[in-house]
């Protein structure tokens, strides 16, 4: 299938496939990561239709990364995911206590998870939630890859609730551990809906912060 972001689809890197797809009501990006010399894979956000994710994964995981622990990213199908794979689980750990099925690592800021030859940087983004992550993977032949969940969308980052502490601190976390440090072809895989790029998001950062949203 080919992969233009929109649209549920599979990105072919040279050591990393990559298969996103949307579930659920809340139309839950899903994304499937395989190591193409191992084949060993990680799952990031099993949000919901259980049959769905485990028929994409073939029933074998090594790992689910959790984002955040708001409902909609793991009560509807993490727990059979895990039960039906024995994956290891991944949460960020201000966020562990708010998610019912069991975290066999809570991540910090800079954590590295590894599955096969592949290396996923976390970074810390505080704001949705208090213990929200990025996953980062940095294509040694390629622009870098970052799975945002819902702390960076096309257009904005995620939802803070009216809380003006809360987006001080995510947009600052936008700003500083994002696009500070990673190039415009970065691509931007969020947690719903289309995928995008700090290129094509940066301009609009000074507009974010006057808004306050």
């Known amino acids: 299938m080919e992969y233009d972001g929109n649209a549920p689809g599979v990105r072919e890197l040279a050591e990393l496939t990559i298969n996103k797809v949307s579930v659920g009501q809340g139309d839950n990006n899903c994304y499937l990561l ?63 206590e708010g998610i019912d099925v069991a975290t066999d690592v809570a991540l910090t800021d800079g954590d590295i998870v590894r599955f096969g030859a592949v290396e996923l940087r976390v970074i810390r983004l505080t704001g949705h939630t208090p213990g929200s992550v990025a996953l980062l993977y940095d294509d040694p032949a390629g622009h870098p890859h970052l799975f945002t969940g819902d702390s960076l969308f096309p257009g904005g980052v995620g939802n803070t609730f009216g809380d003006a502490e809360a987006f001080d601190s995510l947009l600052s976390d936008v700003e500083g551990k994002v696009f500070d440090a990673l190039p415009d072809d970065t691509w931007v895989y969020p947690g719903h809906g289309r995928d995008t790029t700090l290129g094509a998001e940066r301009p609009m950062l000074p507009q974010w912060r006057v808004r306050g949203w």
């Open 34 to 96: 395989r190591c193409r010399s191992t084949n060993e894979q990680l799952l990031i956000d099993a949000a919901a239709e259980p049959q769905t994710l485990l028929e994409l994964c073939g029933h074998r995981l090594t790992a689910v990364v959790t984002t955040h622990r708001h409902w909609d990213h793991w009560q509807r199908a993490l727990a059979e995911v895990v039960a039906a794979t024995g994956a290891r689980t991944y949460a960020g750990e201000p966020d562990v």
